[in-house]
Nanobody
Framework: EVQLQASGGGLVQAGGSLRLSCAAS????????IAWVRQAPGKEREGVSC????????YYGDYMKGRFTISSDNAKNTVYLQMNSLQPEDTAVYYC??????????????????WGQGTQVTVSS
């Protein structure tokens, strides 16, 4: 059974940092792309970042470059999202998702095969 467990969310002040974790099980981690996708209340899903574990390539949504960093610990089957300089507009539920295709071939918001339960990130001004 595929499982994706997102954690690390919380309440932080503007300018602060959080590190999200996505623990994966039930599939060959090295062969999958893992993406972070967020959804704020009343808004559509937005792709945040993606890592293709087979070659380590990373990708970011336009508004996250320079502030967010995705990384993967293949020994722990865990993907991390380090988020710095957080702003109130980053408030959302953050989901991790997995797919056997590389990040570049995917629409992260809608193509991923497996989804975790999400973790809430709230940034206060």
């Amino acid at each position: 059974e595929v499982q994706l467990q997102a954690s690390g969310g919380g309440l932080v002040q503007a300018g602060g940092s959080l590190r999200l974790s996505c623990a994966a099980s039930g599939f060959t981690f090295d062969d999958y792309a893992i993406a972070w996708v967020r959804q704020a209340p009343g808004k559509e899903r937005e792709g945040v970042s993606c890592i293709t574990n087979s070659d380590g390539s990373t990708y970011y949504g336009d508004y996250m470059k320079g502030r967010f960093t995705i990384s993967s610990d293949n020994a722990k089957n865990t993907v991390y999202l380090q988020m710095n300089s957080l702003q109130p507009e980053d408030t959302a539920v953050y989901y991790c998702a997995a797919d056997p295709s590389p990040c570049l071939m995917l629409d992260w918001e809608s193509d991923m095969d497996y989804w975790g339960q999400g973790t809430q990130v709230t940034v206060s001004s």
